[in-house]
């Protein structure tokens, strides 16, 4: 039995020896729907001379996943196993490719931030877990590439799994009922906050303001720089500079210094920009900002996963 067969029969008897347990939801199923809906064919890396892309279909996650109802909470301890399909290239001529499998053997709720352990295996494996032949030199760069690109797997996968997280985030729009003192308390606070959050965009520079309505008037894909220094932008700002940015493909160019941005908005920020989005940026300065090490290790993650891009701190 090869290790591939012998991950999938680990997977499948723990499915079948999980507890039958009222408050908690098996949510296997559904995290192995959003694996596959997430990243099935999405740029692992995309280079000049190198691309490596999720296989369509062939990415699994084994090992439980449980959601408790109670306290709306989702916990997971599992294994993943996700097929790529790599290319090297020469000016426009492939010159060699390779298929394999990323094994994680284990990444849990609690340990998204660690270096989760990646093990980057090509296809045409024997039993011993010995290559049936040697690689040739196209192939050995697909895989060196692929080995040295872990901190930018982990930022990308890690994305999806965090998601998994919200599973019971509550809908937008609640009921109407009779509001209790607890509710009304709660309400209170609210209006507070959006009070709050009225004041600063009030106070925002004005050309924070003037990206946003050039956007929302749709004319985000004429956008080539984004300039939003010195705009005193936190992460609950940023929600709605992330939206734009998503209907901005064309930007080259992207300057946030000298804002409040914590490791949070980093993560958001890099995320889809890992997956292929805003595919001509060139230029990203983010110095003089409030992130930390999670930050740091996200942008090394793209800088290794989107070369042609350049990323100042």
């Not at 924070?208 to 936190?234: H, I, N, P, W």
């Amino acid at each position: 039995m090869t290790e591939l067969e012998l991950i999938e029969e680990e997977g499948h008897s723990k499915e079948q020896s999980k507890e039958s347990n009222p408050d908690r939801e098996d949510l296997w199923q559904w995290a192995n729907e959003l694996l596959r809906k997430e990243l099935c064919g999405k740029n692992i890396i995309n280079s000049s001379d190198c691309k490596v892309v999720f296989s369509d279909e062939n990415l699994h996650c084994y090992g439980d996943i449980l959601g408790n109802r109670s306290s709306s909470s989702v916990t997971f301890e599992m294994r993943l196993v996700l097929h790529y399909t790599g290319r090297v290239f020469l000016g426009e001529a492939c010159v060699g490719q390779l298929i394999g499998y990323i094994n994680v053997p284990k990444v849990t709720h609690e340990g998204l931030e660690e270096e989760w352990e990646v093990q980057v295996k090509p296809f045409e494996c024997g039993p011993q877990v010995d290559l049936v032949r040697d690689l040739c030199q196209a192939e050995q760069s697909i895989l060196h590439t692929m080995q040295s690109s872990a901190a930018a797997f982990r930022l990308q996968v890690g994305a999806v799994l965090r998601r998994m997280l919200d599973y019971y985030n509550p809908p937008a729009s609640q009921p109407a009922s009779t509001p209790g003192p607890a509710a009304v308390a709660s309400s209170s606070s609210a209006r507070q906050v959006q009070a709050e959050a009225a004041l600063r965009e009030q106070c925002k520079p004005d050309k924070y303001k003037q990206f946003l309505c050039e956007v929302v008037e749709g004319r985000g894909e004429a956008m080539t720089e984004v300039d939003l220094t010195f705009c005193s932008l936190t992460d609950q700002d940023f929600q709605p500079v992330l939206q734009a940015l998503a209907s901005c493909p064309n930007v080259i160019s992207i300057d946030l210094q000298y804002n409040e941005l914590t490791d949070v908005s980093i993560q958001m920020l890099i995320a889809p920009m890992a997956s292929g989005s805003m595919p001509i940026l060139k230029t990203l300065r983010l110095g003089n900002n409030k992130f930390g090490e999670v930050g740091d290790t996200v942008l090394t993650g793209l800088r290794m996963l989107r070369k042609e891009i350049t990323v100042l701190t």
